[in-house]
């Protein structure tokens, strides 16, 4: 029995696929806006003078990195909701699992980053009168933040990757779709391959976007 | 201008001043040498407080810098830094760096403080190089913009920290150029420094540090001609 591959298949799924993907979009860029916040908070706290905070941040950027982010989904839909006595709506769930999860990547990349700057700069800052924070604001963090943006592109990446597991708990995304189109017409290859395209278009669209901040960034060096 | 008492600086077990007792006066010109480890950079740092001290006191300009009552920004602008591998803020151009503290610490307007850095590059012989970015420049250069952005802030004192060993040897004397101007004008300098030729032109005292103590300081002329200590003895042999 040949293999009748069939484009029109493609084509057919595209609008529906759509409807998934707006919604990977959306929780990859909620996701991330929490990730961001949580993992800029936390590699600060990683690297400040106050023992307790570095430890509390110690603490949710290993136990995040040390679990699947499986379990971490499934616990915040399923396991959260039993000890809180509500539930909480997928979506949500998957927003925060993603913030969550991104978050604890993001704070080592935002302490590597800040480590990296040489001390000198903070002593320069320092020398010149500027305060503690003021030299943070001023000298360390324009130049932290550029020596960030391939791993923050790279961890984008990857969240954005991640959004397909929520899957497990219902969410409407860009893989849950394509599941459910091929629930109803069996093409397996087709429509695997369609939605494959459409995450290697958002991910090559994510490194083409660093690329060209990052080289814009080079030239005001 | 600046009194240094039994300053005593530990790192851990390390002790790396072992009770320094030193006193700078106005205008004055003091070159600190020794061999490394000896103790002068930090030294240098515990006048401005980048180390904190473990025991002893150092007053600048009357401020005891260790006083919990002392705002440490300000003594900061009071004793300009110069360190070994300049430190420009390599985001900024050479006119923003000299431009940042005047806005952010002096609170001037930004156009009042492009006047004054374009006058201070003037003075140290960058004023072509306001818009350059520090990659572009040479170490001297760089060296002469970081100089710049010290002065900036009006420092009753400048602290050099061996501001010409990161220089190809061509470029040491546009900055030594500069520094000699500074002594001219009536700057007090402390200088960390094994330029020979410079501590004999410029300084008014030179000191001689080993392990933690000052253990010879006397005019520049008898220091090179006629040092006292064997140690001192041994070290300029070398370097000469």
Request: proline fraction near 3%; glycine fraction near 8%; charge should be neutral.
């Amino acid at each position: 029995m040949g293999f009748d591959f069939k484009s029109s298949v493609m084509w057919e799924s595209v609008p529906i696929l759509l409807i998934g993907l707006k919604w990977t979009i959306l929780i990859t860029i909620f996701g991330l806006a929490i990730g961001f916040v949580l993992g800029a908070g936390s590699g600060l706290l990683k690297i400040s003078r106050n023992a307790f905070l570095r430890k509390l941040a110690g603490v949710y950027i290993e136990s995040i990195r040390g679990t699947p982010i499986m379990v971490q989904v499934m616990f915040i839909y399923f396991g959260l909701p039993m000890a809180l006595g509500m539930r909480i709506n997928p979506m949500v769930a998957g927003i925060l699992a993603i913030g969550l999860n991104s978050g604890a990547y993001i704070a080592e990349i935002v302490r590597g980053s800040f480590q990296s700057i040489e001390p000198g700069q903070a002593e320069a800052g320092r020398s010149i009168g500027l305060s503690h924070f003021q030299t943070m604001y001023y000298i360390i963090w324009p130049q932290a933040l550029k020596r960030m943006i391939p791993s923050l592109g790279n961890q984008f990446i990857i969240s954005l990757k991640d959004t397909s597991i929520l899957v497990v708990v219902g969410v409407g995304e860009l893989t849950r779709t394509g599941q459910e189109i091929i629930a109803s017409n069996f093409r397996a290859f087709e429509v695997w391959i369609t939605v494959a395209l459409m995450y290697l278009v958002m991910t090559l669209s994510i490194a083409k976007l660093l690329n060209y901040i990052e080289n814009k960034m080079d030239i005001n060096k | 201008m600046i009194e240094i008492k039994d300053l005593i600086k530990n790192f851990g077990n390390l002790k790396v001043l072992k009770g320094i007792n030193l006193e700078i006066t106005q205008g004055e010109v003091t070159v600190i040498m020794g061999p490394s480890g000896s103790g002068k950079s930090t030294l240098l740092r515990c006048i401005n407080r980048l180390e904190d001290i473990t025991s002893g006191t150092v007053i600048v300009d009357g401020h005891d810098v260790m006083d919990k009552k002392t705002d440490i920004n300000f003594i900061r602008t009071e004793a300009g830094m110069v360190f070994q591998q300049f430190n420009l803020f390599p985001h900024k151009t050479a006119l923003e760096n000299v431009t940042l503290g005047l806005v952010k610490v002096r609170k001037k307007s930004t156009p009042e403080a492009n006047i004054l850095g374009k006058k201070l590059l003037e003075k140290v012989g960058l004023a072509d190089k306001a818009d350059t970015y520090p990659e572009h420049l040479s170490g001297g250069q760089k060296q002469r913009v970081a100089i710049a952005r010290s002065l900036a802030m009006r420092p009753k004192a400048m602290l050099f920290d061996e501001p010409t060993s990161a220089l190809d040897p061509e470029l040491v004397g546009e900055v030594l150029d500069v520094m000699k101007q500074l002594s001219c004008e009536g700057m007090t300098m402390v200088v960390v420094t094994h330029e020979m030729g410079f501590a004999k032109e410029v300084a008014d005292r030179v000191i001689f540090m080993d392990e933690g103590n000052i253990i010879e300081e006397n005019t520049p002329e008898k220091i090179f001609t006629n040092p006292q200590h064997d140690r001192t003895k041994a070290f300029l042999k070398n370097i000469l």
